[in-house]
């Protein structure tokens, strides 16, 4: 189990105190990884979030004809795969480590938990996540925008 200082500077938990933040690092669990080793692969279920606490973790995605694309690189305090705690969808994208590393999990039912017993930490979190997916899918669409654009000149060049 976490201490609260492991978890304090993780973007999700910003607007706990040191209270809520004890009762968050209660219910996470450690994990630990090998560089190379999957957490999880594109299309299985999602029962967990995490959190980096050392290590690297790339996240992909397998474009057909393509092959895999990394998307991003997360080290601490970042966290991933939050998705699986919002909606029952298979996993949108791979996780994979790039180093040794160590992650704090979250199972769906603990957090389901957590925010029905906790109104005000469940509120919290709720925010911050709803910030968290904002702030994605904008970057997505600027990725989207400067996709096309690269496309629409390569055209026109042609």
């Known amino acids: 189990m976490p201490t609260p200082d492991q978890i304090r500077d993780v973007m999700l938990f910003a607007g706990l105190d040191d209270a809520e933040l004890e009762v968050v690092a209660s ?27 050392s290590g690297m973790v790339s996240i992909t995605l397998e474009i057909e004809r393509v092959g895999t694309e990394e998307l991003l690189y997360l080290e601490r305090p970042a966290f991933f795969g939050e998705m699986a705690l919002i909606d029952a969808a298979p996993r949108s ?15 769906k039912e603990d957090f389901e938990r957590l925010i029905v017993e906790d109104y005000e930490i469940g509120n919290k979190i709720m925010l911050a996540f709803i910030r ?5 899918i904008r970057k997505s669409n600027e990725k989207l925008r400067n996709y096309y654009k690269i496309h629409k000149a390569f055209e026109g060049a042609t």
């Open 132 to 136: 968290t997916f904002c702030s994605r």
């Open 93 to 107: 994208a791979s996780a994979v480590c790039r180093k040794q590393t160590r992650l704090f999990s979250l199972g």
């Open 27 to 53: 219910r996470l669990k450690e994990e630990s990884f090998a560089k190379g080793e999957y957490i999880f692969h594109e299309g299985e279920p999602g029962d967990r979030f995490y959190i980096v606490d």
